[in-house]
């Protein structure tokens, strides 16, 4: 991401820091000393949120090395000041694997808790600063848990929803559904914001619905969401968001302009690294003739769905897309004889 510094690797994952993360531990400086905390109130006002972010990158882990499990690399984590991003190479390819990405974030926010919970029951310290600090930072856990597995799509709780779904019906219809749910969490979110006076609570809102929207509309178009990132983030301490990787698809197909550019930029793509089995089950009872193959983040030709059909009627079906065009057994177009 532009704009962020390298803070350090850690479990061969970089993690970076967006440089407006540095105006939160300054308004919450400023703010405590104005509201007259005092220094040391400051001082601890900003531990505190910088313990808040350090969970954030926990959460964010959970999901990273839990998609580390399946195959799929993290490129980098990046804390934002709306909380953080954890940048996946590609989308996981079974619903039940997304659905473990997805559970082990909050999965992690869980633990925190608990172990604190667990040493205050074991421990039973006295009240005093630390005793308050850490029950405080216990609590925003759970809100983490609690805000990340509501069932609006961007959120943890929606992938799970649609990894769920996803396991009796089309992906597309799945991430629909989700993306609908999605949608009608944020209009009460909206609402409850707008009957309690909370802003943040409505901004909060018209994110989620945007960004529910967003994903409705990439289940019904044609371009499909495999190729090159998934990034997913959270608000810490209350909500997600999501880098639509729609987007970035269309961002490489705009450096790949072919000829007939409009027609192209229309066709769904698949990942070069499928079976030509499952990508025609993704493709489903698509009327197209031709999409685009994804490598590496960008697209690199395009292939027909009748040299697949034969493929799989040979018995081929379980070869990856990218093998069979090395083997010539299928021939890939460029973009530009389109
Ligand atoms: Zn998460």
């Given at each position: ?45 900003v531990l505190f949120v910088l313990s808040i972010f350090a969970c954030v ?216 690294q499928w079976n030509a089995k499952n990508a025609l089950g993704w493709l ?18 395009m292939i027909n769905k009748s040299d697949l059909q034969r493929v799989v ?26």
């Amino acid at each position: 991401m532009s704009g962020s510094w390298h803070l350090g690797r850690f479990a061969n994952i970089d993690v970076r820091v967006h440089w407006t993360f540095l105006l939160v531990p300054l308004w919450i400086y400023f703010s405590s000393l104005a509201a007259g905390s005092g220094v040391a109130g400051a001082t601890i006002s900003v531990l505190f949120v910088l313990s808040i972010f350090a969970c954030v990158l926990f959460h964010e882990y959970g999901h990273a090395l839990m998609a580390r499990r399946f195959g799929i690399p993290t490129r980098d984590i990046t804390i934002l000041p709306i909380g953080g991003v954890a940048s996946l190479e590609r989308m996981p390819r079974r619903p039940a694997h997304e659905l473990a990405i997805a559970v082990a974030g909050p999965a992690v926010n869980v633990v925190i808790a608990a172990a604190i919970f667990l040493g205050f029951a074991i421990l039973d310290p006295t009240a005093g600063a630390v005793t308050s600090f850490l029950s405080r930072l216990a609590l925003v856990n759970v809100a983490l848990v609690v805000f990340n597995m509501l069932p609006a799509f961007p959120m943890d709780g929606g992938r799970v929803l649609r990894s769920i779904l996803a396991m009796t019906m089309p992906y597309a219809s799945a991430t629909r559904i989700a993306a609908n749910v999605g949608q009608v969490t944020a209009v009460g979110f909206g609402l409850l914001g707008l009957i309690s006076g909370n802003l943040m609570l409505v901004f909060i809102a018209g994110f989620i619905f945007l960004a529910a929207r967003g994903e409705a509309m990439l289940a019904t178009a044609p371009v499909r969401y495999d190729v090159a990132s998934e990034a997913r983030s959270h608000v810490a301490p209350t909500s997600c968001r999501d880098e639509g990787s729609s987007d970035a698809v269309k961002a490489r197909l705009l450096n790949h302009p072919g000829p007939n550019f409009p027609d192209v930029r229309s066709l769904p793509i698949i990942s070069s690294q499928w079976n030509a089995k499952n990508a025609l089950g993704w493709l489903g009872s698509n009327s197209l003739e031709k999409f685009l193959v994804s490598s590496g983040g960008s697209v690199v030709g395009m292939i027909n769905k009748s040299d697949l059909q034969r493929v799989v009627r040979e018995g081929r079906g379980a070869m990856a897309i990218e093998r069979l065009l090395a083997l010539r057994i299928i021939p890939m177009q460029s973009l530009r004889s389109a």
